[in-house]
């Protein structure tokens, strides 16, 4: 497959690239930028090789040139790409297939989307990943001293379950970390909170 100009793609994830741009590096060195269906624009190899893939296979390459009936196999892709770069025969196919597509079709086909290709690399096969996550819940429940709130305990399985990604996950990635201190910091707060509330009582 070769990039070319007025054409859009599908990615190894099954999402629609669109408005490629060619940007010449020397060296006979080509990046193609296209945008996104989250509205952000990312740079490719002429092959469609995602540029900052450190050359192995990734969820953002680009596969294959994107057709109509790709469009109505994942159920409104079009939806999540913003509307400037959508052609008017892409907003006419949109409207069509969000009529006729129900709302949980569209929620299945993004979550499977959701949960497969970079997913896997950023958190690992997702087997492995929960069962991370369940043995840490599992240690902390084993071993607590002290009789934690619902909130304060969901708060603490959330940070769990964060945990599970950075230690499973080939790649780090940074809201997995800001979830995880986010999380213990909601933790924090009502555990706080309620040593607060016993202390006032005396």
């Given at each position: 497959m070769k990039i070319e100009a007025g054409k859009s793609y599908r990615s190894r994830d099954g999402d629609k690239y669109v408005r490629p741009a060619c940007n010449d590096y020397g060296q006979d060195v080509y990046l193609w930028a296209l945008w996104g269906p989250d509205?952000?624009?990312?740079?490719?190899?002429?092959?469609?090789?995602?540029?900052?893939?450190?050359?192995?296979?990734h969820g953002?390459?680009?596969?294959?040139?994107?057709?109509?009936?790709?469009?109505?196999?994942?159920?409104?892709?079009?939806?999540?790409?913003?509307?400037?770069?959508?052609?008017?025969?892409?907003?006419?196919?949109?409207?069509?297939?969000?009529?006729?597509?129900?709302?949980r079709v569209s929620i299945l086909n993004e979550g499977a989307k959701l949960t497969d290709g970079g997913r896997d690399v950023e958190y690992g096969p997702p087997a492995i990943n929960l069962a991370c996550a369940?043995?840490?819940?599992?240690?902390?429940?084993?071993?607590?001293?002290?009789?934690?709130a619902p909130g304060e305990l969901e708060a603490i399985d959330q940070v769990c379950t964060k945990l599970g990604r950075v230690a499973t996950g080939l790649q780090p990635k940074r809201d997995t970390y800001v979830d995880g201190a986010t999380y213990f910091a909601i933790a924090g707060e009502i555990a706080l909170a309620s040593v607060d509330a016993s202390v006032s009582e005396l």
């Open positions: 509205g952000r624009r990312r740079s490719f190899f002429e092959d469609g090789q995602y540029a900052n893939g450190n050359g192995e296979e953002f390459d680009l596969v294959a040139e994107w057709q109509d009936i790709d469009e109505a196999r994942e159920g409104g892709a079009y939806a999540k790409t913003p509307i400037a770069a959508l052609s008017p025969a892409d907003i006419a196919v949109a409207a069509l297939v969000q009529a006729v597509t129900p709302v369940g043995e840490l819940k599992a240690v902390i429940r084993k071993y607590m001293r002290r009789d934690i």
